[in-house]
């Protein structure tokens, strides 16, 4: 092979340099999902590190679910179980740059900025910080996470931040099932009673759900592909509508969870709900760079259960959810 010239040298040279140059322009988060995949997620090592079981559910998905068993919160003569509102979780799926993680926390209001400050300290940015009930007390807030990048980090940061709350460990050990989309995902001593026809609810509603710590939960998809920064993002990962159920006597349920809505979808659904005599509580962001926007309506009512369940099918009626099975 012939000896490049020193003028071919010099314009070789040159042209690296300039590819240097443009790359380190590119915005970290950027480059992250620019890059080729570096990372596949190694459950065992983030079970160690978060302490507790994952869940594998669809979409290639690794679910934590740390449920606020330490609190008691009460809205009214409704004591919260921890998987009806109360269920911090994180979720890693591997993504280009390694994995995308995404969760939630639930936290007391002296909790709240310690917490924050040992998130970013890691590397953890926010994405959401507001309440999804009314009325409770204590009250408690909510904060919804983003990380992209190598799974174990996040994890360890995430584990860091819980250790600053009154986050219990897991009662059992081992894998719990799959979930259902937005719900958490944990793991109970022993089953805990669901005093209501779970299978009617979830007729009335056009789609089944499983009972976890004594409440169904039921989770609706959208059509449409998700994605944030350019990343699929499955519905298991917080982006479908969560319907909970709790019994509180004599065929009565109460009901939360949120909508996941595009912004024409909004004022239809809160009309509907409104309706229904079903309360909508508050009404947000989860994600900063979703691709279509998506907004979330949380809800509340305390009534007859297949009355309610009638009441959130009409609403799901008037959003581009998936069809109902029948």
């Known amino acids: 092979m012939e000896a490049l010239s020193v003028e071919s040298r010099s314009l070789r040279r040159a042209a690296i340099a300039g590819l240097t140059i443009v790359c380190s322009a590119v915005p970290l988060r950027s480059q992250a999902v620019a890059s080729a995949p570096t990372d596949t997620l190694d459950r ?38 921890p998987n009806f509102a109360l269920g911090s979780w994180l979720a890693f799926k591997v993504a280009p740059g390694g994995a995308v993680a995404m969760g939630d926390l639930v936290l007391l209001e002296s909790e709240l900025g310690p917490v924050l400050a040992r998130l970013q300290s890691g590397g953890i940015e926010q994405s959401a910080i507001h309440h999804h009930l009314v009325g409770e007390s204590p009250h408690v807030l909510y ?75 039921i989770g609706v998809p959208r059509s449409e592909t998700i994605r944030e920064m350019g990343v699929e993002i499955p519905p298991t990962m917080g982006l479908a509508t969560a319907i909970n159920f709790q019994p509180t006597g ?8 949120d909508f996941v809505l595009l912004g024409s979808e909004v004022n239809p659904v809160i009309r509907v709900l409104q309706s229904q005599g079903i309360a909508v509580t508050s009404l947000h962001n989860h994600l900063l760079d979703d691709e279509p926007r998506l907004f979330f309506m949380h809800f509340w009512a305390n009534d007859d259960a297949l009355k309610l369940a009638r009441g959130l099918r009409a609403a799901l009626d008037v959003t581009n959810s998936h069809r109902p099975v029948r």
Do not use: C, W, Y
Not at 49 to 58: H, S, T, Y
């Open 44 to 81: 065992r090592t983030l079970e160690s590190v978060m302490g507790r079981p994952g869940a594998v559910l669809a979409g290639g998905v690794l679910r934590f679910g740390m449920p606020r068993a330490d609190l008691d919160v009460r809205i009214g003569e409704v004591r919260i179980r």
């Open 250 to 257: 004599d065929g009565k349920a109460a009901i939360t969870g």
């Open 143 to 217: 904060v919804h996470l983003h990380a992209h990048g190598e799974a174990r980090p996040i994890a360890e940061a995430v584990r860091a931040a819980l250790a600053l709350t009154g986050t219990p460990a897991p009662a059992t050990t081992g894998s719990p099932a799959g979930a259902p989309a937005n719900t958490p995902v944990t793991a109970t001593a022993a089953p805990v009673p669901f005093a209501l026809d779970s299978a009617a609810i979830g007729s009335t509603i056009g789609f089944h759900g499983t009972v976890n710590g004594g409440v169904l939960q």
